[in-house]
C-alpha cells in the first residue's frame, strides 16, 4: 500500500510539473505585415526573445486587415489539438473584443500589446471568472505622451515664430493613432504661437500621405511644420516637400514615429527634424512577462523601460537601431533595465 502510494504520488508530482519545464507555446497576431517598417522590428525583436527565452513562438501576420486575422484566430481556434498556451493580440481597428470572445470557451491566457481595448470594457470582462483567470494586464506604450513630446520638440525647432501645423494622423479607430495624435493636438492647442490648420488621416500610407501633403501645401503656403504618426506617413511627405521646392528642416519641419532604417537615416540627415519611438520593445517585453507569470503568476516592473522616446541620434540606443542589433537590444533595452528576479 505504501509503495502504491508513493508511486501515485510520484506520478502525480511529474504531472503538474511539466507545464513548468515545457516550453510555452505562444502565438502572436500580428495586425501588419512580415515586410512592415514597424511591424517587422517587432517580429525581430519577439524573435530574438523568444530564442533567448527558449519559447515556441508562431506569429501570424493579418496585412493590415482586421477581418483576416479574426479568421486567422477562428483557423487556429479549429485545431483543439495543438493549442497555444498564450495568444498576444493588438486590438486593430477595434478588433480585439471579437476575438476575445471567440476565445473564451478555451484555456488560453490573452495579453493586449500595444492597442488596448478600454478601461470600461476591461472591467466588464474582468468581473467574469474566466477572464479574471485568463485575461492578463497589458502592455501598451503611451502614445497620448509621445505625440505631446514630438510636438514639443518640433516647436523648438521653430524657436518662437509663429508655426502653421498639420496634422498626418494614422486613422479614426486605432487607439494608438488616436491617443498619438491627441497628444500632439492638445500640445499644438495651448500653444499661444501655433496654429493646426488641419488633420488628415494617411492610414499609414506612404502613397496617401504624399497625396494628401501635396495637396495641403497648396492649399496653406505659410505652412512651416508637418507632424506625422508614422515614418511612411513623413517619407511620402518628404516626397512631397521635395516636388514643391521646399527644404525639410529649414522652411518645413517634419515630425514622426518609428525606427525603420530609412527613417533613422532621413533623422540623421535633418531631413526629419524630430523622431520618436521605441514601442516596438512592447512585443518582447510581452514574452517576458509571459515567462514570468508562468512561474509566479506574477508580472515583472517594468518603468524602466522607455516603450516610447525622443530618440537622438547620438545616443547608444540609436546606434543599436541603425545596427539592427536585435540582441543587444533586447539585452540592453529590456533585460538590464528589469528589477533583479
Known amino acids: 500500500m505504501r509503495l ?4 501515485s504520488l510520484l506520478i502525480c508530482g511529474l504531472f503538474f510539473s511539466i507545464p513548468a519545464m515545457a516550453k510555452l507555446d505562444v502565438v502572436f497576431f500580428n495586425p501588419g505585415a512580415a515586410e512592415d517598417s514597424f511591424w517587422g522590428d517587432v517580429d525581430r525583436l519577439m524573435s530574438v526573445a523568444s530564442t533567448k527565452l527558449d519559447m515556441n513562438l508562431e506569429i501570424i501576420h493579418s496585412d493590415r486587415n482586421h477581418f483576416k486575422m479574426i479568421t486567422q484566430l477562428a483557423e487556429l481556434l479549429s485545431d483543439s489539438a495543438s493549442l497555444p498556451h498564450y495568444v498576444i493580440l493588438v486590438n486593430e481597428k477595434q478588433s480585439a473584443l471579437k476575438m476575445l470572445q471567440m476565445l473564451y470557451p478555451y484555456p ?35 502614445n497620448y ?35 498619438r495624435t491627441q497628444g500632439a ?13 488641419q488633420t488628415v488621416y494617411g492610414q499609414w500610407s ?3 500621405a504624399y497625396g494628401q501633403a501635396l495637396t495641403l501645401l497648396g492649399r496653406y503656403p505659410d505652412l512651416n511644420m508637418i507632424w506625422t504618426a508614422s515614418d511612411r506617413m513623413a517619407i511620402g511627405v518628404l516626397k512631397a516637400l521635395k516636388e514643391k521646392g521646399l527644404k525639410s528642416g529649414q522652411e518645413v519641419f517634419v515630425s514622426t514615429i518609428n525606427t525603420s532604417p530609412d527613417i533613422l537615416h532621413l533623422r540623421r540627415e535633418q531631413a526629419v527634424s ?3 519611438g521605441g514601442h516596438f520593445l512592447a512585443g518582447a517585453l510581452g514574452l517576458v512577462q509571459l515567462q514570468h507569470y508562468q512561474r509566479t503568476r506574477k508580472y515583472v516592473p517594468y518603468e524602466g523601460i522607455a516603450l516610447f522616446d525622443v530618440l537622438r541620434p547620438d545616443s547608444a540606443f540609436y546606434q543599436m537601431l541603425v545596427a539592427r542589433d536585435w540582441p543587444a537590444i533586447f539585452q540592453a533595452e529590456i533585460l538590464d533595465k528589469l528589477p533583479p528576479q
Not at 502504491?4 to 508511486?7: E, N, S
Not at 502653421?164 to 487607439?175: A, E, F, N, Q, Y
Open 4 to 7: 502504491w502510494t508513493l508511486c
Open 108 to 142: 488560453i491566457h490573452v495579453q493586449l500589446i500595444l492597442n488596448d481595448i478600454s478601461v470600461g470594457e476591461r472591467d466588464i470582462l474582468l468581473q467574469d471568472p474566466h477572464w479574471q483567470e485568463y485575461l492578463l494586464p497589458a502592455i501598451i506604450p503611451d
Open 145 to 179: 505622451a509621445i505625440g505631446s513630446a514630438t510636438a514639443k520638440s518640433l516647436m523648438a525647432d521653430l524657436k518662437d515664430k509663429e508655426a502653421k501645423v498639420l496634422l498626418i494622423s494614422g486613422d479614426k479607430s486605432t487607439p494608438a493613432s488616436v491617443l
Open 185 to 197: 493636438h492638445d500640445y499644438f492647442f495651448i500653444q499661444a504661437n501655433a496654429t493646426v490648420v
Open 206 to 208: 506612404e502613397d496617401i
Open 274 to 276: 524630430v523622431l520618436g
